[in-house]
């Protein structure tokens, strides 16, 4: 009886209709067609060869590109729409809306519509954007941006873990010996010297070629712009200017206010002797910075307390009551009131025996 009983228990139940149950089909087709969906924006963000701009929308850094681009990048390697499977025919509107739906990507618009003074046209590349109110596929004027997070590479994930390293060794600074703090300064003043000197340097050079030729060309990226990417960091040779060349009053106002403010500048600035004032004041907060160690700390505060002990020692030696140490005053003036007028008597006896 036992054994039976149990027999039946460890048996399942099989549908009749061949061994499936017909609500699970659905489901796991929607499951797999959203997996390849999503593996096939994987492999065309991974992809270098789709053309893509970073831009701020919403106050977030999106990954963004153009609709026409997409549609070329398609075209000319339909490899990558074999991993869609039974929808590797798709159109390329039909592919984008899919992933329109699937929240996998989202349509956007630019911020700024209106043509700059001195511009032909709009940008290319907008470096701001919105969500666009209607979220369909467009070819011509249609920017779209990935939502979801990029796979983590290796270096991104050891990354990761070393930046709390770095944080800590910052605030360890202080007590790092002499010669690692010298390292760490001359570092620090080298690459912050090369900032400053590659903004002035890029400035110069596109003011002089403003004002002399009337072109605007900047040979560096902009590295304060929140939307620059590291490949348009390195990158040193200028895009083609799009830009209407400037007005010769235009030129020449910007050449006048030059050099008035390097007039003013040279005016203003302070002499050898304010100038050597500062640089020794600079120079002693460094040593300060520098030359400061726990050893020396402890040291300091140790000198510091032993005259404090002693005086506490001398007070412990004597009465603590203020009337005592009153009385104690009192007779010592009597004291030298005593023995200042026997000398002035003994000098007085000495003269008149003369």
């Not at 002399?212 to 939307?227: M, Q, S, T, Y």
């Not at 050597?276 to 600079?282: E, G, L, T």
């Not at 412990?316 to 104690?328: C, F, I, K, L, V």
């Not at 002035?344 to 006896?349: E, M, N, S, V």
Request: charged share 30%; hydrophobic share 40%; net charge neutral.
């Amino acid at each position: 009886m036992t054994k039976s009983a149990t027999d039946k228990r460890r048996v399942r139940r099989v549908p009749q209709n061949g061994g499936r149950d017909p609500s699970d089909a659905p489901s796991k087709k929607t499951s797999s067609s959203k997996d390849v969906f999503q593996l096939f924006a994987e492999k065309v963000r991974d992809n270098k060869k789709l053309e893509s701009r970073w831009a701020i929308m919403q106050e977030t850094r999106v990954e963004y590109f153009r609709g026409k681009d997409i549609t070329v990048f398609l075209r000319n390697h339909p490899e990558v729409k074999q991993i869609l499977d039974s929808d590797k025919d798709l159109e390329v509107e039909d592919i984008v809306n899919t992933l329109l739906m699937k929240n996998l990507l989202v349509r956007c618009d630019r911020v700024v519509k209106t043509i700059r003074p001195g511009k032909k046209k709009l940008s290319s590349w907008p470096a701001h954007l919105q969500i666009h109110s209607e979220q369909v596929f467009s070819e011509n004027d249609g920017f779209f941006a990935w939502t979801f997070m990029k796979r983590r590479t290796l270096w991104q994930t050891i990354l990761s873990f070393l930046w709390p390293l770095v944080a800590l060794a910052v605030c360890l600074f202080p007590v790092y010996p002499y010669q690692c703090k010298i390292v760490v300064l001359y570092s620090c003043a080298g690459a912050l010297l090369f900032l400053v000197t590659l903004l002035l340097l890029r400035g110069a050079i596109f003011g002089f070629l403003y004002v002399v030729l009337g072109k605007r060309i900047w040979f560096f990226p902009n590295i304060n712009a929140e939307e620059t990417t590291f490949r348009e960091l390195i990158r040193f040779w200028p895009k083609k200017d799009e830009e209407e060349p400037p007005k010769w009053t235009s030129r020449l106002t910007y050449a006048v206010a030059a050099v008035l403010f390097i007039l003013l500048l040279r005016h203003h600035a302070p002499d050898e002797a304010a100038r050597a004032r500062y640089q020794k004041k600079v120079y002693n907060i460094i040593d300060d910075v520098l030359e400061w160690s726990p050893k020396l700390a402890l040291s300091g505060m140790m000198e510091k307390q032993h005259p404090v002990d002693n005086a506490t020692d001398i007070n412990y030696t004597r009465d603590e009551s203020p009337a005592a140490n009153a009385e104690e005053l009192t007779d010592d003036n009597v004291m030298v009131n005593i023995s200042s007028s026997g000398t002035d008597d003994h000098d007085a006896g000495e003269v008149d025996l003369e």
